[in-house]
T-cell receptor, first 119, second 116 residues
Framework: AQKVTQAQTEISVVEKEDVTLDCVYE???????LFWYKQPPSGELVFLIR??????QNEISGRYSWNFQKSTSSFNFTITASQVVDSAVYFC????????????????FGKGTKLSVIP | ETGVTQTPRHLVMGMTNKKSLKCEQH?????MYWYKQSAKKPLELMFV???????ENNSVPSRFSPECPNSSHLFLHLHTLQPEDSALYLC???????????????FGPGTRLTVL
């Protein structure tokens, strides 16, 4: 069964520090997608990135970067020079293209990592 | 308005009340979703609609009744809820309904529901 583990429940960093949020996934499928979402205190889930299983290139977007490693089934997220506005809960999610069981349209979310950036 | 909007943002209701949550997407998407987010639990998918047709109901109690009158609007009608139904209810939309949820879903801000 598909599963997403975010082992870090809460992380606190001081502003301008770098921080890495871990995501480990399990899937039987060879074709799948991975996502990261940010949920600030306002509640809205903000889409950050979508990556398919055939693209292992790391991605950088401003202060955000993602490290996808199929060998370790990990899709980690790094924020460089963190800012107070980065404080939020971050969710990693997985979807399998050919999954056809119950909940076949469901993104499988991890439990989230709450990041607090202290000024 | 842009993106996905939800109203109301906060709702307090008694167990015998009937209320409705509204979601509207301004993205021209064809698929819409209702999720429930309870404290310390992963997001749970409740319902999925594609082109106004319900394609999935994840064993949700009948006290939750969805309605999708067109591809831009989604409602969740609530009736005789229990205190354990208190949660954040999130609506999402995606361009198409892709197997496994692979099409990127864009979420609204949610409705914080409290059942007394």
């Amino acid at each position: 069964a598909q599963k997403v583990t975010q082992a870090q429940t809460e992380i606190s960093v001081v502003e301008k520090e770098d921080v890495t949020l871990d995501c480990v996934y399990e899937t039987r499928d060879t074709t799948y997608y991975l996502f990261w979402y940010k949920q600030p205190p306002s509640g809205e889930l903000v889409f950050l990135i979508r990556r398919n299983s055939f693209d292992e290139q790391n991605e950088i977007s401003g202060r955000y970067s993602w490290n996808f490693q199929k060998s370790t089934s990990s899709f980690n997220f790094t924020i460089t020079a963190s800012q107070v506005v980065d404080s939020a809960v971050y969710f990693c999610a997985l979807s399998e293209v050919f999954y056809s069981g119950a909940g076949s349209y469901q993104l499988t979310f991890g439990k989230g990592t709450k990041l607090s950036v202290i000024p | 308005e842009t993106g996905v909007t939800q109203t109301p943002r906060h709702l307090v209701m008694g167990m015998t009340n009937k209320k409705s949550l509204k979601c509207e997407q301004h993205l021209g998407h064809n698929a819409m979703y209702w999720y429930k987010q309870s404290a310390k639990k992963p997001l749970e998918l409740m319902f999925v609609y594609s082109l106004e047709e319900r394609v999935e109901n994840n064993s949700v109690p009948s006290r939750f009744s969805p309605e999708c009158p067109n591809s831009s609007h989604l409602f969740l009608h609530l009736h005789t809820l229990q205190p354990e139904d208190s949660a954040l209810y999130l609506c999402a939309s995606s361009q198409e309904l892709a197997g496994g949820g692979t099409d990127t879903q864009y979420f609204g801000p949610g409705t914080r529901l409290t059942v007394l």
